[in-house]
């Protein structure tokens, strides 16, 4: 599957790839939200690991400007787990809330994989 | 009557005699029996039987004057018979005497009468004369003698008059209430022959007339309506006025009042009056003035001084119900923290000499921040802080000045309790430390966690490459752990800050809480050896979890802090009785006795300034008797002190 990350910390997008790729995905990397969107468009990826707090645009604005038509999931991610649940990040239009840090970096890969799989 | 045997006799006639029988001659003079009353200066009455006037007018008129009387009537007169007792007088039947004419009837007899009368007259001045020198002589005897006795008496009199002076003087001295010194004068006036009911006293008192007087067998003081009372200065004697005063008063009537208004020096518009009831015959009433006279002066002054104590009583009475009225704390000290006086707020009573920190604060020195000193030398009022048994005051002390305008003499010192205000701000400091760190915890936590999360991701990643035995797995293991346990810490202090302001109380596990507690305070503990005891069954309460983790912050580091070198700290919990206990036990020196009442109170604290507020265990108690639990600690000097937290467990 396509996987496409978008946070401004490069060692959280490192993490994903790393894992990501080791599980045979194809990840493509946006250190921005404005980033992000194009390649979202471009690439068409079926799940998005959307970072919620990033300078310019943050994760809720990106996912108020994401092509409509893209069937993409999006996997919240946040390092500020008194901000953000599951229940706030699906009223932005996302369908998983994951919680910095990650206890287990290829749980939170098998977690998009099953999100995907569905 | 005077008269000799020369002049003529006047003769009274009555009416019923015929003057044709009487002889106009010298001898006699006629009297109009209408006009001339038979008393005056008559030297013969002739009456008829007719015009007799009986026996008794008869022995009036014989009385009164020295006369003859004739009698003339009917032989057979009853009247004639009945007369012959009359002396000097001569009874004769009508018939008898018709044959003579007056003149010739007495013609004879007249000079006999006269004789007769004379020589009565003389022996009967004889007699009078002895009988004068007699009583002269006698009274004579009795003169001298009275008055070598009245003198004797008189002597005896005034020195007994003297001794009751002294003696009334020196009880009155003795009274103590005014009640007294009526009761006193009653029970001094028995002793004298004087018949007196009783004294009554009345004066002004704090601008009305009272009077003090027995009433139904006791001494009574009656206070009088306004505008009541004598205002008279003169001794009066069964004043209307006064009888009806004291009858309206005592209910009663008065019938014998002596009014005795006394001198005093401070003579107001009411005078000082003396109210005498008595049963004084008439003219004793001199004497018992006379009597009494030189006792008014002890009086006067003795009412005078209990006047005036009462006065003074009550002026010092209101004076320190007003100074007892102010609710806060107040005293008067001297320079040297002497203790002159303290309304009831301030302390219990106390000895002369102590200090005023001694009662107020139960301390053994000049209060801390205590700067009495600065306002003598300053003369100007200061507000300075105090602390007692938990409480803060703001104690203003302003200086007084009795002597020179430039000495200050003594200190009025209030003190304002500001412990609630204190209270307060302390918490608003805490809630604010708090809110703080929450924010701080969160910034720290979001800028730590996401390197975290590579360090640790990368790692797993990394040992998923490499061969589980080789020791490049073992190092990242090591890193992974070091990573993991970072994140911990940094969950934990986000949940301590994070949970504030959320008031809702929720299902705790006292296990994980204690367990996260711990991991803020590595630091604190890593000195120390600590050896945790945890039940194994979850033992769960109901409460806030950030302030429960606040309570086992404060008590272990606490702890932590009581032991200067390393020791040792246990923590355990158990299920006991329904409730979950938490102890925390230290090896550190131990509470001292004479502080351990004071632990929990606000602001005690044993830190250093700026180590602690000497809120955390007075909060702490707060917190934990907030859900129905008790905090409490067991120390023995030496061997370390042991907290316990008792709260009810909640069932699952």
Redesign the interface.
Known sequence: MKVLVIDD????R???Q??GE?KGHEVYLAENGSEGLAIWSKANPDVVFLDV?MPGLTGPDVLKQRDPNSKAKVVLIS????EYNLERAQEHGADLFIG???????A?IQQAEDLVGK | MSSDASSPALVWVSPHLEAKHLNQDDLFILVDPEIEDPKKGIDLCLFSSKDFPGENKVQSLLQTSQMSILVYGGEDDPCLASLDWMPFSKVISEKEFKKLSIAEHFSKDLNRMKKQQLLKQTLTSNYHQLEELTQGLEDLVDRETEREDSAKKEVQDSLKGLRRLVQLTTSLGEAVTLEDVVARLNKDIRQTKFSISQFILGFPFRSRYELIGLMKGRVQRIRLEEGQGPTSIRIKQNDPEDQRFLANQFQRPFVHVLTLPLRLASQGAQPVTLFVEHQLEVGQTDTFLEEISPWLQPLSMTIERLLLESEMHEASYLWERTFDSVEDPLCIVTSDYELLRSNVHFSEPQQAGTKCYESFANRTSPCEGCRIHEVIQAGQPQTMKVRRAGKAFEMTSYPVYLGPPSEVSTLVNHYLDVTDKEDLRGQTIQNEKMAALGHLAGHIAHELNNPLTGIRSLSQILMSEVPEDSEIYSDLKEVEIAASRSQSIITDLLSFADDRGKPEDELIDVNDLIESTLSLLKVSLHNHKVDINLEDSQLHVRAQKSLLQQVLFNLINNSCQAMDDPGQIQISTKEQDGNVTIKVRDTGPGIPKKIRDQIFLPFFTTKERGRGTGLGLSMSREIVERYGGKLRFDSSEGQGTTFEVVLPKEPI
Do not use: N, Q
Not at chain 1, 9 to 12: D, F
Not at chain 1, 100 to 106: L, N, R, S, T, V
């Open positions: 910390e490069a060692v959280i490192r993490s994903i790393r894992a080791k707090l390092a500020y787990t008194g910095k840090p990650f206890a287990d970096i290829f939170v």
